[in-house]
């Protein structure tokens, strides 16, 4: 269940983020026209740490959310850096915490992959580091 609120809110994030493209979601296919840039979103979710002694006690859970950046062949390296720019700004590691009940998304840096083309697009992988407070 945690694990929903997670992927939402990181998503809502995302999707506040000012001038993006069309955002895809894990899971769901979609066929882009080759002249549009669009982002496609996954939520990779890491092992759960127990931070105390306490089997009932606080736990952290560390993931990442891997967003590809993909901008038509033609517009290439450059389109697809602005865009990547944008998302960075909106997850940057001094950003407030995201905060739901009582989780607490932590963001902890980016890193992104070299580019590569993809069929009609050149894409770009940040990817994102978050710890959760359970």
Known sequence: MNEKIIAEQLRIRLGNVANLPTIITENV?????PTLSYL???VLFGDTFELGLAADGPQRQDG???VDVCAPKNQGRPAALDIVEKVKAG???QA???TVGSLKINLEGTQLSSGRIDGEHFVYSLSIRFTVLL
């Not at 296919?29 to 026209?33: G, L």
């Open 96 to 98: 407030p915490a995201i």
């Open 64 to 66: 990442i959310y891997q």
């Open 91 to 93: 997850f940057r590691r």
């Open 29 to 33: 296919s979609a066929a882009m026209q």
């Open 40 to 42: 496609r979103e996954f």
